[in-house]
């Protein structure tokens, strides 16, 4: 039966199957894009997973979260525990760990995947999880979606899809984040703000983070890449390669997250 | 318990680059891999690459009855590296398809005196030793001066995409084993 299963997806190479068995994924997030990733990733095969999310289901998750219910809400499910609902439809026998909290609580569990899917709000939590990555060297996939109003103009709704590859560019080095961007976020107290969600968009961005992990993983494009910044334009509905890779050109290390920088952090006398 | 190593792909192609280039007189180049360790859980030990540190030509001793012999300012010259940079250290070197990635007598032999003595800069740092040969490993850390080898049981080279090595048995020693015995 599960050579039936994955038999459509046999072009992902022999070893596609075992690589899923063996792959642990990390999620932090599971709102309206960690939910698609993770219910993609158990289709895929995934069947080991660190879920963190500290959140319940609400009402006004029910326009996007995947597998979150009306019976949820009148419940007070843990959005973590939906997710774990879906990956046991398809995978009675999956090992997930469970963390109904913010991953900094508990981060020694993150340090155990081979990847990592950052679906957060905010400039300083996708600061440090991609910190916690290099130093684990963990490849971190990171996605959102916003939406700016301009009035009269349309709303205009952007995203991306970013592979921050230890030894590779950083989300610094692709211009994602800024010290600009993270002190405007700290001056509001940290605060990111309740930002306009819809379910195709994040559909878009989770699936192509999806793509991303499962090439990372299985190495079927035979693509070799040191980072990947896609930008998404929600109003043409195009994803593309982000015009500030044309500037990492003549980048040659990340002065970010210097090679030495890794493991357990140490103090050092002075 | 679980040994994992870690790499990136830029810092596993620099180790063997190096490892590659022929030397007018060794047989075979040998290096070392600088690693930090990070906490997972109880039973798993993850050790992660930081720098690489090739052995300069001028440090090799013409010896031809082993594959390469390194003099003691290539020894010190690693150790103050990795007592300066908190490092631990991983002698590293390759070997060719025929013979595969298991040690050979001389490399139990010499890994039995050299990695304990890595122990002498202190730190609690763990140490150890590994053979590449093409897909394939052998490594093994210590993590006390007098405490036997531990095989380390997967080696990730992290880039896009992940790639394993996959690992291959090679019979270790006890430290306790005051005979030198031929394995």
Not at chain 1, 212 to 231: E, F, H, P, Q, R
Not at chain 2, 20 to 45: C, N, Q, W
Request: charged letters at 25%.
């Amino acid at each position: 039966m599960e050579n039936e299963r994955y038999s459509r997806q046999s072009f992902l190479g022999p070893k596609a199957e075992s690589n899923f068995l063996g792959a642990r994924a990390g999620l932090v997030g599971l709102g309206g894009g960690g939910s698609h990733i993770v219910q993609q990733l158990a289709y895929a095969g995934f069947k080991e997973f660190v879920l963190y999310d500290g959140d319940v289901g609400k009402s006004g998750n029910l326009n996007r979260t995947i597998g979150l219910t009306q019976n949820d809400i009148s419940e007070a499910r843990a959005k973590v525990d939906v997710a774990i609902r879906v990956i046991r439809c398809l995978h009675p026998d999956a090992r997930i760990e469970r963390y109904q909290k913010r991953w900094q609580e508990c981060p020694e569990p993150l340090r155990s995947c081979d990847l990592v899917f950052g679906c957060v709000d905010g400039y300083s939590e996708r600061r440090e999880l991609e910190a916690c990555c290099r130093r684990y060297l963990i490849p971190y996939i990171d996605i959102g979606i916003d939406v700016h109003e301009v009035k009269p103009q349309p709303p205009v709704m952007s995203g991306q899809v970013i592979a921050s590859i230890p030894g590779g560019p950083c989300m610094f080095c692709l211009g994602f984040l800024t010290e600009e961007k993270l002190a405007r976020e700290a001056a509001k107290y940290g605060a990111a703000g309740i930002n306009p969600q819809v379910v195709w968009a994040n559909g878009v961005v989770a699936s192509t983070a999806v793509g991303l992990g499962i090439d990372i993983v299985t190495g079927w494009t035979a693509a070799k890449k040191n980072s990947v910044y896609l930008m998404y334009e929600g109003n043409k509905g195009e994803m593309r390669p982000h015009p500030r890779l044309r500037q990492l050109e003549s980048w040659t290390e990340c002065s970010h997250f210097p090679d030495h920088l890794v493991g357990d952090p140490q103090f050092k006398k002075l | 318990m679980l040994i994992q190593l870690k790499i990136t792909r830029a810092l596993h192609d620099t180790l063997i680059h190096d490892l590659e280039r022929p030397h007018s007189f060794a047989y075979e180049r040998v290096g070392f891999l600088l690693i930090k360790k990070g906490t997972m859980d109880a039973d798993t030990l993850l050790l992660l690459g930081g720098e690489y540190l090739a052995v300069k030509d001028e440090n090799y001793i013409d010896d031809p009855d082993v594959g390469a012999k390194i003099n003691s300012a290539a020894i010190r010259s690693v150790m103050e590296r990795a007592m300066a940079g908190g490092y631990g250290i991983i002698h590293v070197h390759l070997h060719d398809k025929l013979i595969g990635s298991a040690f050979s007598k001389t490399d139990r032999h010499e890994f039995k005196k050299l990695v304990p003595s890595f122990h002498n800069i202190g730190g609690g740092a763990v140490h150890g030793a590994a053979v590449f040969s093409r897909n394939r490993f052998t490594a093994f850390v210590q993590l006390r001066k007098d405490a036997d080898p531990i095989e380390v049981s997967r080696v990730s080279v992290v880039g896009y995409p992940i790639s394993e090595y996959v690992p291959e048995r090679s019979r270790l020693w006890k430290m306790k084993d005051t005979a030198d015995k031929v394995f």
